[in-house]
């Protein structure tokens, strides 16, 4: 889970919207930002946030996936072995 910080004396929330179609929606703050540092924090704070979900949600494919392609002991194929007859 990602957490976005920011400093109620030199952010303020302007507008918030969403969107939803179906099970997902897009949701829109806008803020207004004063000072270029706080901008920094605010923006890095946000590709952060963005990162951690993409690394969680890349890390749970691949487990679901090595999860998937491993079959149940019991369950595994069988080899099987060409015979051609007796060729003595």
Known sequence: MST???NSEHVEIRA?????KGP??????ELVVVGSHELGFLLDDLERAKADIKRQRAEKAAS??????????GHQQLL???YFGDRS
């Open 4 to 6: 976005i910080y920011f």
């Open 16 to 20: 918030i919207s969403a969107n939803v």
């Open 24 to 29: 997902r929606a897009v949701v829109k703050v």
């Open 64 to 73: 679901a996936k090595k999860a998937k392609g491993q079959p149940a002991i």
């Open 80 to 82: 099987a072995i060409p």
